[in-house]
């Protein structure tokens, strides 16, 4: 959905080079948030509605995230998503309490915009990507080594340059 916490995700995630799609029922934010990520794919509908997920073929999809304002919403679709194929399905809940009883139901991450949603988004998303580790003998650094997939718009750039890691002063 075209939320705040949507279309901040949303485009986090086309700045990393990932092809994104967002559902959102009404017109009026499709067409704002279209015009805020032009590079992004806004479509008119609901997440929702089954004929809505099969008509854009959600057993395709490698990454789902429901995100829209309400909770109930969010955990439908991404059941519905998951249902229909969808490899990995994430929902954005407001309540603690849920997530303590929503764990095993089908959704692969329930996630609390309080508890830095973008952030554990994207870990999740990444984690493919993870290679390797190393924390140095004193502890206070980390090297991470990811694997960038070859048609991302990331290769070739350095880390400074896309701006993913920012140094502590």
């Known amino acids: 959905g075209a939320s705040g916490t949507g279309t901040a995700l ?12 967002i559902l959102e029922k009404n017109e009026d ?16 509908g609901s997440g929702t509605d089954h004929d809505t997920l099969k008509s854009e073929e959600i057993g395709e999809i490698d990454i789902y995230i429901a995100a829209t304002d309400r909770e109930e919403d969010n955990i439908m679709s ?4 998951k249902q229909g194929g969808a490899k990995t399905v994430m929902a954005v809940i407001k309540s603690i309490d849920v997530k303590d009883k929503l764990e095993n139901i089908g959704i692969d991450m329930l996630i609390n915009p309080k508890s830095e949603m973008v952030s554990s988004a994207l870990k999740f998303t990444l984690a493919k990507a993870l290679m390797n580790v190393d924390i140095t003998s004193r502890g206070d650094a980390q090297i991470i080594e990811l694997k960038v997939p070859s048609r991302s718009n990331l290769v070739g750039k350095s880390i400074k340059s896309i701006g993913m890691f920012k140094r502590n002063a």
């Open 10 to 21: 949303a485009g986090m995630l086309q700045a990393r080079g990932m092809s994104v799609v």
């Open 29 to 44: 934010k499709c067409l704002k948030v279209s015009e805020m990520l032009p590079k992004c794919i806004v479509l008119k």
């Open 78 to 81: 991404a059941l519905l998503a």
